[in-house]
């Protein structure tokens, strides 16, 4: 079992930055690629960014690309997602999970363990 619990989240004007965090208990967080994940009302939960165990590799989506950033620190066992140039489209429910891997993937089924979301509102 593994427990994902993301923090961060809030409203932001246009511009602004915010950072998420995820902090994660349970199976050995070092072994895992991470990755998160938005998911808009009515939409798809689509892919924004991942890295894996090691942090020598990392993906962001192109519609973040330039603007966010995905880290990790395993001393801590936890992820974050820099966020910087919010723009509105941004707006979401921001989701952190776990791989079944070592390396990201952009795909969801390769995630096996997912935090309950954290609200980010971007207001022009």
């Known amino acids: 079992q593994v427990q994902l619990v993301e923090s961060g989240g809030g409203l932001v004007q246009a511009g602004g930055s915010l950072r998420l965090s995820c902090a994660a208990s349970?199976?050995?967080?070092?072994?895992?690629?991470m990755g998160w994940f938005r998911q808009v009302q009515g939409k798809e939960r689509e892919f924004v960014a991942a890295i894996n165990w090691s942090s020598s590799n990392t993906k962001t989506a192109d519609s973040v690309k330039g603007r966010f950033t995905i880290s990790r620190d395993n001393a801590k066992n936890t992820v974050y997602l820099q966020m910087n140039s919010l723009k509105p489209e941004d707006t979401a429910v921001y989701y952190c999970?776990?791989?079944?891997?070592?390396?990201?993937?952009?795909?969801?089924?390769?995630?096996?363990?997912w935090g309950q979301g954290t609200q980010v509102t971007v207001s022009s």
């Open positions: 349970g199976r050995t967080f070092g072994s895992s690629a």
């Open positions: 999970a776990a791989g079944r891997s070592r390396y990201y993937s952009v795909i969801i089924g390769e995630y096996d363990y």
